[in-house]
């Protein structure tokens, strides 16, 4: 196993974490979905009012992972909670504990700032992504279904209803 370090995103990590999402689009078969570029990133993650945050996992200085989260807000439990959008690990460095180590970072980020929970989406055909999420005590919430609006269907949304 590998040794690895967990630290906070910095605007030099931009590179990196934008190589890591391009590898991510294409393991997850969604390339053609992503047209954002290095800038979009560094504007996302560090502008002078973010939107998301990120961590990196780092083996001998080379970035090989990373997890990109933001707040969101339980009514029910009426705290915050974080919403982890994307973690990928670089396929030669998985099975050696670094997801488990993003994800334990995260969690203890989430604690420390009394979130009320720590949540993802994973695709149903990622079966190796679900034993291990499994595996460290997720709840796979199937009852609930994602909805997503985006392009002319959200230009269409934000016009007034007649």
Not at 64 to 89: C, H, Q, R
Not at 134 to 159: F, H, P, S, Y
Request: hydrophobic share 45%.
């Amino acid at each position: 196993m590998a040794a690895y370090k967990i630290r906070s995103a910095t605007p030099a990590d931009v590179l990196a974490i934008f190589e890591l999402i391009t590898a991510l689009s294409e393991y997850e078969k969604l390339a053609h979905e992503m047209v954002g570029t290095p800038e979009d990133l560094h504007q996302g993650l560090f502008a002078k009012k973010p939107v998301a945050e990120a961590i990196v996992a780092e083996v001998d200085g080379k970035t090989v992972g990373f997890a990109l989260f933001f707040y969101n807000f339980s009514t029910f439990l009426m705290k915050p909670g974080i919403y982890l959008e994307d973690l990928f690990v670089s396929p030669d460095y998985r099975r050696q504990g670094i997801a488990t180590g993003l994800l334990n970072y995260l969690a203890n980020h989430a604690v420390e700032q009394g979130c009320g929970r720590l949540e993802w989406s994973v695709l149903d055909w990622n079966e190796d992504a679900i034993t291990f999420y499994k595996k460290i005590g997720a709840l796979l919430m199937d009852e609930w279904t994602g909805c997503r609006v985006t392009g002319k269907a959200l230009v269409n949304l934000a016009k007034p209803a007649k």
